[in-house]
Nanobody
Framework: VQLQASGGGLVQAGDSLRLSCEASGRTFSSYATGWFRQAPGKEREFVAT????????YYADSVKGRFTISRDNAKNTVFLQMHSLKPEDTAVYCCAVRPGTGSSNIYSRAWSYDYWGQGTLVTVSS
C-alpha cells in the first residue's frame, strides 16, 4: 500500500492547514490511521490517530483542541485539520496505517503501524 501525504506548506502562527493522507494500491478491509511528526533535530512524535470507523480518535496533548483528525473511507483518505498553528508545530508530518484492526481500535505508538508515507512539511513562522 502507498500513502501520500499532502497539504503542507508555509504559514504564519495562528493560521490553519489541512493535511491529507491518501492510501492507494493494496486495499484492506479496515485499518487504523495515525499522524506523526518530526521536527528538525527531534524525535518523531505522535500527533493523532483515528479508528477505521472514525468513532474513536486520540490526540497528543500538544495538539488537543487545535487539531482534528477525520476520514473518508470511500476516498481512502484521512485528514488532519490544524488550527491555531504555532511555530512549535513546524515539522514533517507523516501518516501511517495499521491494517486488519477492529473498527474502533486506535494506536498512538509508532511501532503499531505497518505502512508509512513520506510526509509533508509544515512550517509555521512566528
Amino acid at each position: 500500500v502507498q500513502l501520500q501525504a499532502s497539504g503542507g506548506g508555509l504559514v504564519q502562527a495562528g493560521d490553519s492547514l489541512r493535511l491529507s493522507c491518501e492510501a492507494s494500491g493494496r486495499t484492506f478491509s479496515s485499518y487504523a490511521t495515525g499522524w506523526f511528526r518530526q521536527a528538525p533535530g527531534k524525535e518523531r512524535e505522535f500527533v493523532a490517530t483515528i479508528s477505521w470507523s472514525g468513532s474513536n480518535t486520540y490526540y497528543a496533548d500538544s495538539v488537543k483542541g487545535r487539531f482534528t483528525i477525520s476520514r473518508d473511507n470511500a476516498k481512502n483518505t484521512v485528514f488532519l485539520q490544524m488550527h491555531s498553528l504555532k511555530p512549535e508545530d513546524t515539522a514533517v508530518y507523516c501518516c501511517a496505517v495499521r491494517p486488519g484492526t477492529g473498527s474502533s481500535n486506535i494506536y498512538s505508538r509508532a511501532w503499531s503501524y505497518d505502512y508509512w508515507g513520506q510526509g509533508t512539511l509544515v512550517t509555521v513562522s512566528s
